[in-house]
Antibody
Framework: QVQMVQSGAEVKKPGSSVKIPCKVSGGTFRSYTISWVRQAPGQGLEWLGR????????NYARKVQGRVTITADESTNTAYMELRSLRSDDTAVYYC????????????WGQGTPVTVSS | DIVMTQSPDSLGVSLGERATINCKSS????????????LAWYQHKAGQPPKLLFS???NRNSGVPARFSGSGSGTDFTLTISSLQAEDVAVYYC?????????FGHGTRVDIK
């Protein structure tokens, strides 16, 4: 069974950056599509981007393109999502999620990392 | 981007009764090359990550109770809970993965009436 474990809650100032790790166990890390999805307070789910470690090239949502970087470290089976130039509307719970194969539905989920952006 | 529209926004259903959630995509998510609909359903309970219920519109994920069913094709899809249980209270989302970016519906809240 695949498990995805994220880091704890973060509080950040506007303009700063956050980098969230997602450690994957129980599967063949490099063969999974790992995505990042967020949910702002009172809002729905929003896809931010994805990476297939075996391929290496990430894809990003237009809304965060230029501010987000998704990477994968095969030596530690950990994916990372870094979001820069944080704004108040980046306040959300950030999830990593994955599926075996190149599809973009989400079978396995991390527990979520709340990020609060406030001055 | 493909827009996913769910209806209703919320519904209250008595225990043991049927709950039906609709999802419409702004363009077809059916692929004729493999005869599959690129549509997933999730259950999201407060304080937990979303849980995959169905992929490919009607392929029930492991461990999902049989009272849940997914149906539809092309642009119109339905999630049905045949006999609502207390533990089914949640927000339900549809999501297309036919095209990038993958997009979600805005969610349907299901409560006990």
């Amino acid at each position: 069974q695949v498990q995805m474990v994220q880091s704890g809650a973060e509080v950040k100032k506007p303009g700063s950056s956050v980098k969230i790790p997602c450690k994957v166990s129980g599967g063949t890390f490099r063969s999974y599509t790992i995505s990042w999805v967020r949910q702002a307070p009172g809002q729905g789910l929003e896809w931010l981007g994805r990476i297939i470690p075996m391929v290496g090239t990430p894809n990003y949502a237009r809304k965060v393109q230029g501010r987000v970087t998704i990477t994968a470290d095969e030596s530690t089976n950990t994916a990372y999502m870094e979001l820069r130039s944080l704004r108040s509307d980046d306040t959300a719970v950030y999830y990593c999620a994955s599926v075996f194969s190149g599809s973009s539905f989400f079978e396995y989920w991390g527990q979520g990392t709340p990020v609060t952006v406030s001055s | 981007d493909i827009v996913m529209t769910q209806s209703p926004d919320s519904l209250g259903v008595s225990l043991g009764e049927r709950a039906t959630i609709n999802c419409k995509s702004s363009q077809s998510v059916f692929s004729s090359s493999n005869s599959k609909n690129y549509l997933a359903w999730y259950q999201h309970k407060a304080g937990q990550p979303p849980k995959l219920l169905f992929s490919w519109a009607s392929n029930r994920n492991s461990g999902v109770p049989a009272r849940f069913s997914g149906s539809g094709s092309g642009t119109d899809f339905t999630l049905t809970i045949s006999s609502l249980q207390a533990e089914d209270v949640a927000v339900y989302y549809c999501q297309q993965y036919y095209d990038s970016p993958p997009t979600f519906g805005h969610g349907t809240r299901v409560d006990i009436k």
